[in-house]
């Protein structure tokens, strides 16, 4: 349903009680209905396990990179829309990651892989510089600097 607020309130996006509200058309209008909890399924959990297993690698990796990833995050901010947040150091390295899974298919399963397994197969991600040269991330300038290996 369509909804009208007051106060000068034009739109609002998220849930409040049982109603879920999205702002549509620039801000323009809102529309607001029933919140209904999704129910779960295998894709949830095989996702699940995926980020559970990125989640700590990524606690493995040196510091250094870590550190370059965060300069690549703002080096890159630049490529997103002004209206968007552009993504963060760890958002970043779980796209990579998954595009370096697809790419490489049948060799690397992210709900298993390890850290040193990444370091011996993920010649083409061990640095950013890497990365971005082997097209798993968006060119930007200064990321050839970027070299510290994972």
Known sequence: MKVTFKYGIKTYSGTVDEMTFGSYRDGSI????KYVKPRLSE???VMASKMKNLSIIYSAVSSDYKEE???YAILNAVNVPKHSIPPNAYAIWIRMMFLFAEMSEGHIELESVTYSDLQTLGLDILSISAAVENGYLDDVIGADELTANM
């Open 69 to 71: 990833l965060k300069q």
């Open 30 to 33: 809102c529309i607001g209905r």
């Open 43 to 45: 894709q949830n959990n």
